[in-house]
């Protein structure tokens, strides 16, 4: 079962590679917000690289671009955590957004 696992990821990994945007809606951004600019696994680089595109009913607010310096802190206090650079946090803090 481990290497199917192994093998899955790879596909995974590989294919979310070539897409152009992560889109997804305000409620899932803020979550992964929160996690992935600190998160140090086989998905975190290619999660934090592709431009995010946020669909929503409202627009971002100070509380949004909060989450992430939250999630930076988080994990720079984790001896696990893995601190981000200004690349990463700027994809979670400034994605595009499509309101509507």
């Known amino acids: ?16 590679k070539d897409v152009g945007y992560h ?4 409620n899932a951004s803020r979550v992964m ?3 992935w600019p600190g998160a140090d696994d086989g998905f975190s680089e290619v999660m934090n690289s592709i431009p995010k595109l946020i669909f929503t009913h409202k627009v971002l607010d ?6 992430t310096p939250r999630a930076v802190e988080a994990a720079r206090s984790n001896p696990a ?3 981000p650079n200004a690349d ?3 994809s979670w803090t400034h994605p595009r957004c499509h309101e509507g």
Request: net charge neutral.
């Open 62 to 67: 100070a509380e949004d671009a909060a989450i």
């Open 88 to 90: 990463v946090i700027r």
């Open 1 to 16: 079962m481990c290497g199917f696992r192994r093998e899955s990821n790879a596909w995974e990994i590989s294919f979310l």
């Open 81 to 83: 955590g893995k601190a």
């Open 33 to 35: 917000a929160g996690f």
């Open 23 to 26: 889109t997804m809606s305000h």
